[in-house]
């Protein structure tokens, strides 16, 4: 009867303010999830935040047990699963920046226990979606996962994370404006399936992150709220079309492809800002809107060119020309940019 059907997944309990992180165990509880926690973190976020949450745990009479991880690789995925799959971790918990979350997600996933999702800095917008996103070799693997089933993010803490981190995560959504750009020509080019809700919702967050750009300032708690929500947004968005592509289009496959080949990659947020002002740029030609994406990214102090970012402008030209094959996704990019095209792109908007 029915020719199409669709299965949104998203968190139960979304908890965003000051000194929430208290209110970890709670939250969980109120799932009624049987067993203990595995609370995954890394050095810093475990120093900021992760120590906290395992106490919480504890005094809410949980045996929480943890691992700490340095790098997301899939080495790192292995080692939370080995302690994942135990009988009596019942669901994870990431305490972190974006690696560790999409770390503890990938591992919840194979394991097939829920996770709860605990940022330590409002840098991505993978804090609640239902993508994890792992580098491995000469590819990155971006998969489905589950969502969080809670998201527990404390704008205390947020607000007092490196001001880059938070500057990352407005980039981050700033990216939106040419990843549903890429969505769309996609769906006309290749029939791509578009979620008109989707996409709109992930354009919508961009915009409103743009008109408060005049609040976000550092050391300011107002700023962390708003770029969480839109954080949330953005990861609602990607949980509603069951793929990254509302908030991930060319500008993502370039800074995929940075990682790669960067001796020093930049900051997730930040080089998607940079790459977005190309891929507008391309999308719109040189009277196009690649300007706004340009002054929205300096007015929060993102960085708007490759020397910003602290990479070789050579770097940003081998990205831009082979950030097509990184993964079967059609955007801008098509079958790939000549290098003298990408060359006047990245002159013509100042990135090189
Ligand atoms: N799954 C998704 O949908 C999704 C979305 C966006 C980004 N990502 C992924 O997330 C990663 C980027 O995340 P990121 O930019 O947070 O990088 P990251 O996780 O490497 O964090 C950056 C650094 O900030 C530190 N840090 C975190 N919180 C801190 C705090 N409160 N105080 C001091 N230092 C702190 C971390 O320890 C780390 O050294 C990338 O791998 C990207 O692909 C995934
Ligand atoms: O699927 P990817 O390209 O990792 O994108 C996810 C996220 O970074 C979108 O902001
Ligand atoms: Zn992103």
């Avoid at 709670?26 to 992760?50: F, Q």
């Avoid at 972190?96 to 709860?116: L, Q, R, S, Y």
């Avoid at 769906?187 to 791509?192: A, E, F, G, I």
Wanted: net charge negative; proline share 5%.
């Amino acid at each position: 009867m029915f020719d199409k059907s669709t299965w949104i997944r998203l968190p139960r309990n979304v908890v965003v303010g000051h000194g929430v992180l208290d209110d970890a165990a709670a939250a969980v509880e109120e799932l009624r999830l049987h067993g203990d926690p595995l609370v995954v973190t890394s050095p810093t976020p475990a120093k900021v935040a992760g120590d906290r949450v395992v106490e919480g745990f504890s005094d809410a009479g949980f045996d929480p047990r943890v691992v700490r991880i340095e790098e997301a690789t899939f080495g790192a995925v292995e080692e939370v699963i080995e302690v994942a799959a135990s009988d009596d971790v019942g669901y994870l918990v990431g305490v972190g920046g974006g690696k560790v979350i999409d770390v503890t997600k990938m591992a919840g996933e194979d394991v097939g226990k829920g996770f709860v999702s605990v940022p330590t800095a409002a840098s991505h917008d993978g804090i609640v979606s239902g993508r994890a996103s792992i580098p491995e070799g000469d590819t990155r693997h971006s998969v489905a996962a589950e969502p969080p089933l809670a998201v527990v993010a404390d704008t205390e803490i947020l607000a007092d994370a490196p001001w880059e981190l938070t500057t990352a995560g407005c980039a981050d959504i700033i990216s939106n404006f040419t990843a549903v750009r890429d969505w769309e020509l996609a769906h006309r080019l290749k029939n791509v399936e578009y979620h008109e809700y989707a996409g709109a919702l992930s354009r919508m967050t961009a915009e409103m992150l743009v008109e408060n750009a005049d609040s976000i300032r550092p050391e300011l708690e107002e700023s962390a709220w708003i770029v969480t929500k839109a954080l949330v947004s953005s990861g609602v968005a990607m949980s509603i079309a069951g793929s990254s592509r509302p908030a991930s289009g060319a500008e993502h496959l370039i800074s995929h492809q940075l990682d790669r080949i960067a001796p020093e990659p930049a900051l997730h947020g930040h080089q998607v800002g940079v790459a977005s002002i190309m891929t507008e740029y391309l999308h719109s030609g040189p009277k196009g809107q690649w300007q706004d994406i340009r002054d929205a990214l300096a007015s929060i102090d993102a960085p708007t060119t490759a020397a910003e970012l602290g990479i070789d402008e050579e770097i940003v030209i081998e990205a831009l020309t082979t950030a097509h094959e990184i993964r079967d996704r059609y955007t801008i990019l098509g079958d790939g940019m000549s290098e003298a095209a990408a060359r006047e792109a990245a002159n013509v908007t100042g990135v090189i």
